[in-house]
C-alpha cells in the first residue's frame, strides 16, 4: 500500500520571526558603521545563495545549449537581483545616517565639521550605489536585448520580416553605441520599445517565446531608464555638496 503524505498548507505552516531587538541592533551598528556590510548575516546568505548557484551552473552537464541558456539566465537574474538588494540596503544606510547626522544638527542650530564630514561621506556613498545598481541594470537591459535577438533569429513567422530586421538592426545599433558611450539610455530604450510593437504587429501569438523575451527586455529596459533619470539626479547633489566642502 503507496503511503499517504499529508501536504502542509498555509493554515498548519508558521514562519519564525525576525528578532526585533537583534535587527534594530544590526541596523544601528550598520548606519553607525561598527558593522560593516559584507559580515551582516543576511548579506552572508545571500552571497552563499550566489556562490552556490554560479557552482551549480558549472556543475551540471546540460541535456541541450538552450537548458544551459535558461539556467544561466535564471542564475543571472538571482544574482542581479541580490546585488541590487545589497545596494537598496546600502541607500538604506546612507540615508538614515544622513537623517541621524542633520536632524539634531538643525534642531540645534549647529553643525559641526565632523558632522559634514560624515554626511558627505555618505552622500558620496548614496552616489556611488545609485550608479552601481544603474550600471548593473543597463548590463541587464543589454542581455535581455540579445536573449530577444536571438528569439527572433528562431521565430519563423517574424525572422525574415523586413520590417522586424529594419528595426532589429536599428535597435542593435543603438545598444552597441549605447556601450560605447556615444548615446543616453533614452535611445536603446526608444528603439525597443518600436522593435517591440512591431513584434507585436507581425507575431499572433501571444504565448511565443519571442513575445515573453520582448516583454522581459522591455521591463529590463524600463528599469535602466528610470535608475538613469535618478542617477542623474543623485550626480547633481553630490556635485553640490563637493563643492561645498
Not at 545549449?65 to 546612507?94: H, Y
Not at 513567422?157 to 528595426?167: D, E, G, L, R, Y
Request: with cysteine; proline share 2%.
Amino acid at each position: 500500500m503507496a503511503k499517504q503524505v499529508k501536504f502542509a498548507t498555509t493554515d498548519s505552516v508558521k514562519y519564525s520571526e525576525a528578532d526585533d531587538e537583534r535587527v534594530n541592533f544590526d541596523a544601528q551598528q550598520l548606519v553607525n558603521g561598527e558593522l560593516k556590510l559584507e559580515n551582516y548575516q543576511p548579506i552572508r546568505e545571500l552571497e552563499k545563495i550566489k556562490f552556490e548557484g554560479d557552482q551549480a551552473i558549472q556543475m551540471t552537464n546540460f541535456s541541450t545549449p538552450q537548458e544551459k541558456k535558461m539556467a544561466e539566465s535564471l542564475q543571472r537574474n538571482t544574482n542581479g537581483w541580490i546585488d541590487t538588494a545589497k545596494d537598496v540596503l546600502t541607500a538604506v544606510i546612507d540615508v538614515c545616517g544622513l537623517v541621524q547626522i542633520w536632524g539634531p544638527a538643525i534642531n540645534a542650530g549647529i553643525l559641526k565639521p565632523d558632522d559634514v564630514t560624515r554626511a558627505t561621506h555618505h552622500v558620496i556613498s548614496l552616489g556611488e550605489t545609485l550608479k552601481r545598481t544603474y550600471d548593473r541594470a543597463c548590463d541587464n537591459a543589454v542581455k535581455n536585448s540579445d536573449e530577444l535577438f536571438l528569439a527572433i533569429e528562431s521565430n519563423d513567422n517574424i525572422s525574415k520580416n523586413s520590417t522586424v530586421q529594419t528595426a532589429v538592426k536599428q535597435h542593435r545599433n543603438d545598444v552597441k553605441e549605447f556601450q560605447q558611450g556615444k548615446v543616453s539610455v533614452d535611445v536603446p530604450y526608444q528603439s525597443h520599445a518600436k522593435l517591440r510593437q512591431t513584434i507585436k504587429q507581425v507575431e499572433p501569438n501571444q504565448q511565443s517565446n519571442v513575445h515573453k523575451k520582448a516583454e522581459e527586455s522591455s521591463r529590463a529596459w524600463d528599469l535602466a531608464k528610470a535608475l538613469g533619470t535618478i542617477v542623474l539626479a543623485a550626480g547633481i547633489i553630490v556635485g553640490m555638496v563637493l563643492l561645498k566642502r
